[in-house]
């Protein structure tokens, strides 16, 4: 009867650590799972926030990629525009030159 006894308490004492130590576990793999979606719900914030930040460099390189090609239009008109005002010396010395040969001549 005491070993019975014993044997009953025993038993029921293991019963209720395996019980606090199934509690427990639960407890920790709740923890665990909880610990787990903060840190996808992280990676995906920063997930977002890069394609955000891509998205915005990407709009920026092209406003700069505006910016330059118009400048580079303005100074192959700027260019051109001086090319043609030689041009236009280089014809009006000519004209000069060639009306100095004629006075010369008479």
Not at 48 to 63: C, F, R
Request: contains cysteine.
């Amino acid at each position: 009867m005491k070993n019975t006894l014993v044997a009953i308490i025993s038993l029921t004492a293991l019963t209720v650590f395996t019980a606090t130590l199934g509690v427990s576990c639960n407890k920790q793999k709740q923890a665990i799972d909880a610990r787990n979606d903060a840190t996808q719900t992280a990676i995906d914030h920063e997930k977002d926030a890069v394609a955000a930040a891509a998205k915005e460099d990407k709009a920026q390189t092209d406003i700069n990629a505006n910016i330059a090609k118009a400048n580079i239009e303005a100074n192959k008109v700027t260019a051109q525009a001086q090319l043609d005002a030689d041009k236009a010396k280089a014809d009006a010395e000519a004209v000069a030159a060639k009306a100095k040969v004629d006075a010369e001549k008479k």
